[in-house]
């Protein structure tokens, strides 16, 4: 929980600061709902099929959730860095 607690707390400052100024606010926001929608509700459906419907259902789980993890990580490492940039600058 503490690992989650740290990304949530910086997550909004994220996605901010990743959009031009024109469309931050709803940028950010459209982001994250949608995000919320399409990869958080379905995930405790599809863990309980994974798992009932597979030989060892905890590989199956834990392997999906490492990849998850990486291709955020690749995400994070590909956006562009916009703290030296001004807040009113469009790009």
Excluded: D, H
Excluded at 14 to 29: D, N
Excluded at 66 to 75: E, F, G, Y
Excluded at 82 to 89: A, C, I, S, T, Y
């Amino acid at each position: 929980m503490v690992g989650i607690q740290f990304s949530a707390g910086t997550q909004a400052a994220f996605f901010a600061e990743s959009l031009p100024t024109s469309m931050r606010y709803t940028g950010s926001a459209l982001g994250k709902t949608f995000g919320g929608l399409i990869f958080g509700a379905p995930i405790p459906f599809l863990a309980a099929w994974i798992f009932q419907n597979t030989e060892n259902g905890t590989v199956a789980l834990t392997a999906i959730a490492l990849s998850i993890v990486v291709l955020s990580m690749i995400a994070t490492m590909t956006l562009p860095e916009r703290f030296k940039q001004k807040l009113n600058e469009v790009n």
